[in-house]
């Protein structure tokens, strides 16, 4: 049984809700995970890793640490699109304990099958958390994100299996096609939440417009290109695939423009998910002109959509999320907006200044780790400590 019944709700504000433990376990591994990158990338660590830590910096920042906060975000939402009782207690300590097997495997020399079992099991029980509850009030609306989480789960066990088998192609194929699952994710998410946040906050009750159509055509777009890059498309330049990428950088740059508001600018809490939702843009834009033929490394449009896309909407949401369901209010300190504006600049010394200069890479670390630094040391107490008005959760 996944799902408890209030009573049954643990005495300990960290297992009560899934956002709690995910959050502050996925962005404390994500400031340790980009320390030791940094450190192996400088000569100043060395560490081994199966696969070699190439293979665990592609794998751990997608599968440990963005499905981390992928995973406390739904398992939390589904509470209230199925208002019954959200993942808690011993249910969620397993589930966490799982995840974080699964980050400390790498360095336990488990036997490659075994490793493969732990890191292939959590993404599959997630699904199957938000799969009850919503098949029970047939949610039908609702049943797409549980086919993305599966779909999330296929794109693991193809990095896994192609590093079990020592295939370079599919590792790197299994982890791209994760990436734009996850801003298929994005699409789906921030298509609802974003206009809504963005009215709600600037004092508009009125219902957010409904677009259907351009959230069908974003949506399609979005799981067109993980399925691309599992075909192997992607491999090699392809005009068709320049034409996709193009069209779905026009189709969030619309979503932005009929979204947008000038009174956004004042409040970070809106702000922060403009802009990271803005990064989808430049990281289609750059794949277009790369399968274009244009002379560009891949590798910065794919930071496009970690650093500034991933990683910003990951820590806005996560501000956001921790404060609405710990009853706290909806403002945020001058330390988390230099954490959200960290963040962009983390995106635009990765992206923008390392093809010129070498000085980018460590800028780009220094400002991550120092916004997810700011982001735990806030954060930490309101996610351990139990919710201000004295409601369950």
């Known amino acids: 049984m996944l799902v408890q019944p209030i009573a049954a709700r643990p005495r300990q504000a960290l297992w009560a809700l899934a956002f709690r433990p995910f959050f502050l376990g996925g962005s404390l591994f994500a400031l340790l995970a980009l320390l030791l990158w940094a450190g192996v990338l400088s000569g100043a660590l060395h560490i081994t890793a199966p696969g070699g830590m190439l293979a665990w910096h592609r794998h751990e920042m997608l599968f440990g640490f963005a499905v981390a906060v992928v995973a406390g975000f739904l398992l939390t939402a589904v509470q209230n699109w199925s208002g019954l009782p ?102 789906v998410i921030g298509g609802r939440v974003i206009p809504f946040f963005t009215c709600r906050g600037l004092g508009n009750m009125s219902p957010a417009p409904s677009r259907p159509r351009l959230d069908r055509a974003c949506l399609l777009g979005s799981v067109a290109l993980p399925i691309s890059y599992v075909l192997g498309l992607n491999d090699t330049p392809q005009p068709a695939m320049a034409m996709l990428f193009a069209a779905l950088a026009v189709l969030h740059a619309v979503r932005l423009v009929l979204w947008h508001d000038r009174g956004l600018w004042r409040l970070p809490l809106l702000w922060s998910l403009h802009l990271a939702y803005a990064w989808l843009i430049p990281a289609c834009l750059g794949l277009a002109l790369w399968h274009a033929g244009v002379a560009l490394n891949p590798s910065l449009p794919a930071h496009a959509l970690t650093v500034g896309a991933m990683t910003g909407l990951i820590v806005a949401m996560m501000a956001r999320v921790s404060l609405e369901h710990t009853g706290r209010p909806l403002q945020v300190p001058r330390s988390i907006g230099w954490a959200f504006a960290l963040i962009q600049l983390a995106a635009v010394a990765r992206v923008l200044v390392t093809p010129f200069s070498s000085l980018g890479l460590g800028l780009s670390v220094v400002f991550g780790c120092a916004a997810l630094l700011l982001f735990v040391w806030h954060y930490l107490p309101i996610l351990m400590r139990p919710r201000v008005d004295g409601m369950p959760g």
């Open 86 to 187: 959200g993942l808690s207690g011993r249910w969620l300590q397993g589930l966490f304990l799982l995840w974080l097997l699964g980050r400390a495997s790498w360095f336990l020399a488990l036997p490659p099958a075994l490793l493969v079992a732990v890191h292939g099991a959590f993404l599959p029980l997630v699904a199957l958390a938000l799969a009850r509850p919503i098949i029970q009030r047939r949610l039908r609306n609702n049943y797409p994100i549980v086919a993305l989480v599966l779909l999330l789960a296929s794109c693991q066990w193809i990095t896994l299996l192609g590093w079990l088998n020592q295939d370079e192609a599919w590792q790197r194929r299994g982890v791209l096609a994760g990436l734009w699952l996850v801003a298929a994710m994005m699409s």
